[in-house]
């Protein structure tokens, strides 16, 4: 416990002498470089999102993720995904456009999670999508699953799982964590928000991936937090 409490203190320590920026807000910046040098285009997007939103996406009453989700009233809530708005504004852009719409997101997300090492009720999520893509949608998306988890420098593998939302996902493993979902389109899903043409998309938790990159044992060590810094223990 003593050698436990010194390399903790040397972390602190650390970061006080050499003050850099949080490794989250790091991982985004790095992660946000390589997608646009491959064409897309950053949006922010409200955390606050109606529950029409959340019905496009069939999260109903009787719907798994439903009782995640936090309302703020009958009409609105925080977003637990980014797909909703994403969605829309893929819509909006194809407008303007013929050629493939590629598009991110990094912000926050917001579910009731049950207390454990690899959940957050407040949790920071990239979704990448492209609407059109010239190459095989699936394809695509193995492109852009190896151009994140290439800044991560973690080894992954994929597997196909059933999803509450998609139906068929591919996920992304690292060992047996979960750290990405992707989806592919024509979807089930894009009738009801006017999209008709292939596309390809991914989701990525990054506190996760964080975690991951260093070798923490818990999600709550790399979020956003009152008891972590960067990992180390401040309370």
């Known amino acids: 416990m003593s050698d436990l409490v010194s390399l903790n203190e040397r972390a602190i320590t650390g970061m006080i002498g050499s003050p850099s920026r949080h490794q989250l807000a790091q991982l985004e910046a790095d992660i946000s470089g390589v997608l646009v040098s491959r064409g897309f285009i950053?949006?922010?997007?409200?955390?606050?999102?109606?529950?029409?939103?959340?019905e496009k996406?069939?999260?109903?009453?009787?719907?798994?993720?439903?009782?995640?989700?936090?309302?703020?009233?009958?009409?609105?809530?925080?977003?637990?995904?980014?797909?909703?708005?994403?969605?829309?504004?893929?819509?909006?852009?194809?407008?303007?456009?013929?050629?493939?719409?590629?598009?991110?997101?990094?912000?926050?997300?917001?579910?009731?999670?049950?207390h454990s090492g690899t959940h957050l009720e407040e949790f920071t999520m990239l979704n990448l999508v492209e609407l059109g893509p010239e190459r095989d949608a699936t394809e695509?998306?193995?492109?852009?699953?190896?151009?994140?988890?290439?800044?991560?420098?973690?080894?992954?593998?994929?597997?196909?799982?059933?999803?509450?939302?998609?139906?068929e996902t591919l996920d992304v493993m690292v060992g047996d964590t979960e750290v990405s979902s992707g989806a592919v389109g024509p979807h089930i899903l894009d009738a009801a928000h006017d999209v008709h043409e292939p596309w390809s998309g991914a989701g990525f938790g990054l506190e996760r991936l964080l975690m991951l990159m260093n070798g923490k044992g818990s999600v709550r060590k790399a979020g956003r937090s009152l008891s972590y810094l960067n990992g180390a223990k401040i309370n």
């Open 42 to 54: 950053e949006v922010r997007t409200p955390s606050m999102i109606s529950a029409a939103s959340l």
């Open 57 to 114: 996406m069939t999260i109903t009453p009787d719907h798994p993720l439903y009782k995640q989700v936090f309302f703020i009233d009958k009409k609105r809530c925080l977003r637990p995904m980014l797909a909703p708005n994403l969605y829309y504004v893929m819509r909006k852009l194809r407008d303007h456009t013929d050629g493939p719409v590629r598009i991110f997101e990094i912000g926050s997300c917001f579910r009731k999670e049950s």
């Open 140 to 167: 695509a998306l193995k492109g852009y699953i190896d151009d994140v988890m290439g800044v991560t420098g973690l080894e992954y593998t994929l597997s196909r799982e059933e999803s509450d939302v998609y139906k």
